[in-house]
DNA sequence: TAAAAACATGTAATTAATTACATGTTTTTC
DNA sequence: GAAAAACATGTAATTAATTACATGTTTTTA
C-alpha cells in the first residue's frame, strides 16, 4: 500500500467544519483570512477535497438555496470526520513550520552591506510588511474587542497572535538594516 | 502562450552556482543547510532542474571524477544564467512568504485555554524550536566567528540572522503561553 | 577490516498546488 | 437602473513537490 502525501489539507478542513457547517466558498474565505497565515488553498483545491471527504464518509453536505436560485452545499461533519480531526489534533506535530520567501533568498546572493541593491529592496519589504501588520492588528481589535472574544475562540486568539508577533518581527529585522 | 507557475527554483540554483560551481549534490545540501529556512528542495526535485536549466542555455557542466572513478558533474553559470540571475535579484518581490505550519493550525482549533491538549502540544513544539535555535545560533558562532566573516558573506549573514531571530521569536511565543 | 555514513546521480509514480477556463446569481454601490 | 463586487461552484491543464525506486563510490568510524 503506497502512504502517499501527508494530505493535510484534509484535517483543516475537518476543523473549519468543526466550527460550523460551511461551504467551499467560505472555506475558500477562510483560508485567504483567519488561516491564511498558516496555511493557503485555492477554491480549485477545495471543491475537489471535499467531494472526495464526502466519499470517505467524513463530511455530508446539504443544499440550499439563496434567494431564487444561488445553489449552495453546506457541508458538515460526520462523526467519524469528527473523530479524525480529534485523532490529528491529539497527535503530535514533529515537522518544523515550513517557509518560502522569495525575498530573504535574494537578499542571501547578495555579498556585501555596501551593494546598492540592498536598501531599496529592504525599503520595499519594509512598505509591504508594515501593511500586513497594521491590518492584523486591525483585525485583532475588530475580532477580539473584549476577553470574552478572547475566551469564546481561543484558538483562533493563539494564532492571530502569533501571526501579529510574527509580522513585528520581520518589520523590527528590517529596520535593524534599514539606514 | 502560457506563463505556467514562477519556476524561482532555477533562480535560487542560479545563485547558489553564482558563488561557486557546485554539483547536484551540493546544492541539495545548501537547501538542508543555509537556505533550508526559507527554501526547500529535494534532490529529486534539483537533477531534473540542472538538466532543462542546461538545456536553456543559463548553465553548463563540467564531469570530473573523485578518487577511482565516482562521476560528479561541476555546475557553473553562463553569461546568459548570470544576467539572469541579476534580473530576478533586482526585480521586485511584492508577494509575502507563505508559511505551512500544521503545529499553529492545530492550536485553532483548540477552542479554550482550559483544553488539557493544549499546554502537552506547547511544550512539545517548545522542546522542537529550542533545539533548532541552538542549532541555528551554533551555525552562526562557527560561520561568522568575526567581522571578516560577516563582510565576505554578507547575504549568509543577514538571512541566518533572520533565521535566529525568527525562532528566538517563536521559542518566546511559546514560552508566553506555557505555564 | 567491516560496517556505516556520506557522497553522488538519476528516474518513476504519485500527490499537491497553481493558474486558467467556465458559468451563473446576488448584493452592493454609484 | 446599470455596473461592479461579492457570492457560489465547478473542471482542465499544467507545474511543483514529495516519496519511492534504483544504483554505485568514497570516506569515516568503530
Chains 1, 2 share one sequence.
Do not use: C
Amino acid at each position: 500500500m503506497i502512504i502517499g502525501q501527508r494530505n493535510r489539507l484534509q484535517y483543516i478542513i475537518l476543523g473549519l467544519l468543526n466550527q460550523r457547517p460551511q461551504t467551499g466558498y467560505d472555506l475558500a474565505k477562510a483560508f485567504e483570512n483567519e488561516i491564511g497565515e498558516f496555511w493557503q488553498a485555492q477554491h480549485s483545491q477545495i471543491y475537489p477535497m471535499l467531494k472526495r471527504m464526502e466519499t470517505s464518509g467524513d463530511i455530508t453536505h446539504e443544499d440550499t438555496v439563496t434567494g431564487e436560485k444561488l445553489a449552495k452545499k453546506q457541508y458538515s461533519l460526520t462523526p467519524a470526520g469528527h473523530a479524525k480531526l480529534v485523532a490529528w489534533v491529539s497527535e503530535p506535530s514533529p515537522e518544523l513550520s515550513a517557509t518560502k520567501d522569495e525575498f530573504i533568498l535574494k537578499l542571501y546572493f547578495i555579498k556585501t552591506a555596501a551593494d546598492p541593491r540592498l536598501q531599496p529592496m529592504l525599503q520595499e519589504q519594509a512598505v509591504l510588511h508594515r501593511a500586513q501588520l497594521a491590518h492584523l492588528k486591525q483585525r485583532r481589535e475588530t475580532v477580539f474587542p473584549n476577553q470574552t472574544a478572547i475566551d469564546q475562540a481561543y484558538g483562533h486568539y493563539l494564532i492571530l497572535d502569533h501571526a501579529i508577533g510574527r509580522e513585528q518581527y520581520y518589520v523590527d529585522w528590517l529596520e535593524k538594516f534599514l539606514r
